[in-house]
């Protein structure tokens, strides 16, 4: 210490040379809930195709009530079935991930460097899987509704009449809503001008707003383009003749269902790499298990006039 100067105590800055700083893994902002995976029945399937058999004219099946004088009084009836019933072919979505081996060596404490580089692929990989269940021209759900079950709005932004007209076309057990976080948030305003808010209902350990009992599930993967949305309602599972999903089981490396990570070997430069597969693909087993209200105006500031009723 030069003379004359005041002794002081040791300062932040050196200080901070001899402490262990908490680190957190990587956070990857675009990870999201993924309700709509979590919400469907997943169907395993052989070969990687689903063949869905339909009865053919169903309303041409006959019964009778007559009164009991004998079988002679009863119609003869049968089912018939399509003859070429629709398969649904599992699709990929995959990528190969690189990692080089002096990163992994070298700087793998307190995380490992494979580990967290798959885990952050994997969370993408499963992103683009809700996106596909939703927008994919082949099985999607947005392109594969039918056109009885497809609706517009008339007032603009949502309003419970519209998710009344979704709930007469899905009125079979229907599941939950769908639609883009902004097209809940116009909702609830649109409630809360008509002085009727929404209840709501814990999933999951999360809040969701709820119409006639049906939960609205936000999905950033539904469209949200020049402030219009839409919104889904569906019917689930194979019992309900329902929407499910559809995943190839016991795949070699398996992760989770229908995702599987294979180590493909270690280059001369040094690179170690990873296949990353995710086979999936989703089946709308009846017409009126999907509705969908289209042109949903989502504009906070659209024609704000509060009206209440009592």
């Known amino acids: 210490m030069p ?16 402490a262990n700083a908490t680190k957190t893994v990587a956070q990857m902002s675009t990870i999201t809930p993924r309700w709509l995976v979590h919400l469907l029945q997943w169907v395993p399937v052989e070969a990687g195709i689903y063949r869905l058999n339909q009865a053919s004219n169903p309303d041409s099946v006959e019964v009778a009530c007559p009164p009991p004088r004998g079988e002679d009084d009863l119609p003869s009836t049968y089912v018939d079935y399509e003859e070429n019933p629709r398969e649904y072919f599992l699709t990929s979505v995959g990528t190969v991930l690189d990692v080089h081996t002096r990163v ?4 793998s404490q307190p995380y490992d460097q494979v580990a967290e580089q798959l885990r952050l692929t ?14 994919n021209p082949g099985y999607g759900l947005l392109t ?55 209840p709501t209902v814990s999933l999951f350990g999360s809040q969701f707003l709820t119409w006639r009992g049906i939960p609205l599930i936000p999905s950033d993967k539904v469209p949200l383009e020049n402030g219009k949305t839409k919104f889904v ?34 280059g001369r430069n040094a690179i170690a790499s990873y296949l990353i597969t995710l086979y999936c693909s989703l089946a709308i087993l009846t017409p009126d298990a999907l509705a969908v209200l289209d042109d949903v105006e989502v504009d906070r500031y659209h024609d704000y006039q509060p009206v209440y009723t009592k």
């Not at 499963?126 to 996106?131: C, D, G, L, P, S």
């Open 3 to 18: 003379e004359g100067q005041a002794r002081v105590a040791l300062g932040d800055v050196a200080a901070r040379q001899l």
């Open 104 to 107: 992994s060596d070298l700087y």
């Open 122 to 135: 994997i969370e993408t990989i499963k992103e683009r899987q809700e996106r596909e269940l939703l927008t």
């Open 233 to 266: 309602l569906l019917r689930v599972g194979e019992k309900r003749q329902g929407v499910v999903g559809l995943y190839q089981p016991g795949l070699a490396g398996e992760q989770s269902p229908g995702l599987s990570v294979r180590f493909m070997g270690i």
């Open 144 to 198: 594969n509704v039918a056109d009885s079950q497809r609706i517009s709005t008339l007032a603009g932004p949502p309003t419970p009449d519209d998710l009344d007209e979704l709930i007469k076309k899905v009125w079979k057990e229907p599941a939950f809503f769908l639609t883009h976080p902004e097209g809940i948030a116009a909702f609830g305003r649109e409630c809360t001008r008509r002085g009727v808010p929404p």
